[in-house]
Nanobody, 123 residues
Framework: VQLVESGGGLVQAGGSLRLSCAAS????????IGWFRQAPGKEREGVSC????????DYQDSVKGRFTISRDVAKNTVYLQMNSLKPEDTAVYYC?????????????????WGQGTQVTVSS
């Protein structure tokens, strides 16, 4: 089971990035997939999640209306489209999979993690 993130980088405030989470060794649509982030000196926090059952989604309040999570079943990949980026969005972003089919909050529920991708938003 492997998750590989990509798409991070340096962007100016107000810009956009699209992160990808490619799954291998399992079918990603059998698991709810979450995106998390961790800024320097801060705890890892949940950003968004997509259910494997009906594609329902969940977002942290601070990213609602700016970030969109989606899934491409054929490519076994989950995406996080990030628009209107702010300096406070700067963090390492991780994707993770949980055996729950619906979205759950809480890092402890997620069993499989990617290595992370750095997102830096300059002001």
């Amino acid at each position: 089971v492997q998750l590989v993130e990509s798409g991070g980088g340096l962007v100016q405030a107000g810009g956009s990035l699209r992160l990808s989470c490619a799954a291998s060794g399992f079918t990603s649509d059998d698991y709810a997939i979450g995106w998390f982030r961790q800024a320097p000196g801060k705890e890892r926090e949940g950003v968004s999640c997509i259910s494997s059952v009906d594609g329902s989604t969940d977002y942290q309040d601070s990213v609602k209306g700016r970030f969109t999570i989606s899934r491409d079943v054929a490519k076994n990949t989950v995406y996080l489209q990030m628009n209107s980026l702010k300096p406070e969005d700067t963090a390492v972003y991780y994707c993770a999979a949980t055996d729950h089919t619906d979205c759950v909050r809480g890092i402890a529920h997620y069993d499989y993690w990617g290595q992370g991708t750095q997102v830096t938003v300059s002001s």
